[in-house]
């Protein structure tokens, strides 16, 4: 029987399969798993194959020895530490307002004629195909985000971007292009200045905005197009009569856009253009001022300033002639000027176009405050002073009789309002006594009216009410003859009027009681008593109706029974 037939055989082929599997999964999980954790990521680096070419870093392919340019990302992966070996590498973050300038370390050498000819410089490559290309600076840089670059491959150095703000434009000086020296003279742009594609400065300006930009290849520096005002406290000219005056200049004065380029390039020192002039330390700085502005205010200024005397730069009244003699200096629309709108004219007229040719756009220029001098200020100013003074004397004279006519006018006017008022309220005064002395008449012949209508309706009603009385009377007197005429005939049929009142009394009290018990020394009989006996000397007759008292009786009311 063969041995593969032995059921031991396959047993331990089977437990040897078994173990097998068991290693290959410990090797994978322990010894070839890799944990990539986020933010970072892996390099491979092969330790067998075929040696690189000379001067060569990156392998082209896993034929070949040494480390790859593609990285794996954070996750987990799986290389066999016999064929691989790694380096973790740490992503790379480009905050906003920076960028990456990257240098290949690998590639092909840049052709040495093109070196030689300084138009370009940069390494060429293909973004989809990294592998081929040459080595050196790239031209593209890479903005704000996240990469992973493989520092074998790769080298980088941040830089800032440049940002141009809202009053601001760029000047863009190309390191990288053409070459000027090809070009012809041209009317349309400066001398200092190269259209685009062309090494050096660029005659277009850039706008405001963020650019992020390789500074290996080109630059740009803002240049502010703003106005500014800055008060110069250096210029000094020499009046026509001899005296050093220095006054208080402020020029205000802005950039041509257009002409900012060339304006760099003439004024800048190292490729920088200093515009601040808040301070004194700034405004010597200020190449634009010191190399532009200053010098054309201090010629101009001593020109023109030789043309008037010190006491024209002092009087403060625009109408005050220059002399007693002369007229007052009118400008072109025929307002009186004085000497210092004169010079500020002129010096703006002079200094303007001269400036506009180097691109400084000068907008105003003003004469501040002037420093005569002490001398001639206080002769100048006692002289003023008396012109002032005589001047007022005639104003206040002028003044005075105007006071006085307008007295006269008023106190006419016055009199003739009160004139009119008062006959006014006469007219009123007579009106309303002849209306009040109608009214009155017209009332007290009412009033006369109304008390005889008054006096009728009294007599009429004294008739009616002593009618009314006398007949109320007689109705009385006639009721009461009825009823005494009545009660006599009653009285008569009895023998007296105590009877009469016994026999009522009686005929009252009988209906309610049925027997009365009672003394006849009682209080309740002693109110009876006097009915209940004859009177003295007086027959005893009663009507039959009448019952008999009975003096010795209770009485019991039927309500009670």
Sequence with gaps: MAFYQKPRFWIRAFALLIALIVVQQIWQWEIERVEVPPGKFLVRIHKWGKDLPEGEIIAPDESFKGVMLEVLPEGRHFLNPLFWDYDMGQMVAVPPGECLVLTRKFGTQIPPERLVEGGDILAHHDPDHPQQGERGIVKEVLTPASYRL????????????????????????????KDPAALKDSDERGPYVVPAGYRGVQQQTVPPGTYYIN???????????????VELTDITFPSRDGFILTPRVVVEYAVAPEKAPELMVRLADEGMLHQEDVTAEQQQKNQILQKVILPHIRGYARIEGSNFDARDFILSDASMPASDTDAPPVDADGRPTNARERMQRALLAKVKDRCQTLGVEIRAVTL?????????????????LARVEREKNVALV??????????????LKQQAKEKVAAETLLVQATTKAEQLKEVEKSRLEQNLKNAQVELEAARDQA???????????????????????????AVQGFTSADYFAQYHML?????????????????????????MTLPKGKPSVQPAEQPSPQPAAVAQSEEEQ
């Design 215 to 229: 500074p290996y290849v080109e630059t740009i520096h803002p240049v502010e197009v703003r106005s500014h005002r």
């Design 368 to 384: 501040a405050d002037l420093l005569p001098p002490k001398e001639l200020s206080e002769q100048i100013v006692q002289r003023e």
């Design 463 to 489: 008739a009616a009410t002593l009618a009314k009385g006398e007949a109320e009377a007689k109705v009385i007197t006639l009721k009461n003859e009825a009823e005494v005429a009545g009660l006599r005939a």
């Design 150 to 177: 493989n520092k074998f491959a790769y080298s980088w150095e941040p830089t800032k971007a440049v940002e141009i703000k809202i009053n601001q434009v760029g000047v863009r000086t190309l390191r990288v292009g």
């Design 507 to 531: 005929e009252k009290l009988a209906p309610a009681l049925t027997e009365i018990f009672a003394s006849d020394d009682s209080d309740f009989a002693r109110l009876f008593a006097g009915y």
């Design 398 to 411: 002028k003044q005075n009789k105007a006071q006085q006519e307008l007295a006269s006018k008023m106190g």
